[in-house]
Nanobody
Framework: QVQLVESGGGLVQPGESLRLSCAAS????????MGWYLQAPGQQRELVAD?????????ADSVKGRFTISLSRDNAKKTVYLQMNSLRPEDTAVYYC??????????WGQGTQVTVSS
């Protein structure tokens, strides 16, 4: 089992930055890929960015050049970060941390709200 705990959401003005963190604990050695998804009201959850244990990164077109995903490993914990710069009102959503194991088990965090508004 893997547990995911997110932090870092909040309210910012357009053009400002936020950094989201997601700490994974438990059987982190089984994790193949970690990432972030967003879900706006009335919309489906969609990929923002993900990173494999080997360092391969994938971004949604809408965030390329503005968001940066990174992964750190510290003993039994893995933490994935999402640095979000030049935020826009359309980035407003609940952001969910996601992890997928080598056995295709999928884990989700509880979600953190990001609101971009003047």
């Amino acid at each position: 089992q893997v547990q995911l705990v997110e932090s870092g959401g909040g309210l910012v003005q357009p053009g400002e930055s936020l950094r989201l963190s997601c700490a994974a604990s438990g059987n982190t050695a089984s994790i193949y890929i970690m990432g972030w998804y967003l879900q706006a009201p009335g919309q489906q959850r969609e990929l923002v960015a993900d990173i494999t244990s080997g360092g391969t990164i994938n971004y949604a077109d809408s965030v390329k050049g503005r968001f940066t995903i990174s992964l750190s490993r510290d003993n039994a914990k893995k933490t994935v970060y999402l640095q979000m710069n030049s935020l826009r009102p359309e980035d407003t959503a609940v952001y969910y941390c996601n992890a997928r194991s080598f056995y295709s088990t999928i884990y989700w965090g509880q979600g953190t709200q990001v609101t971009v508004s003047s």
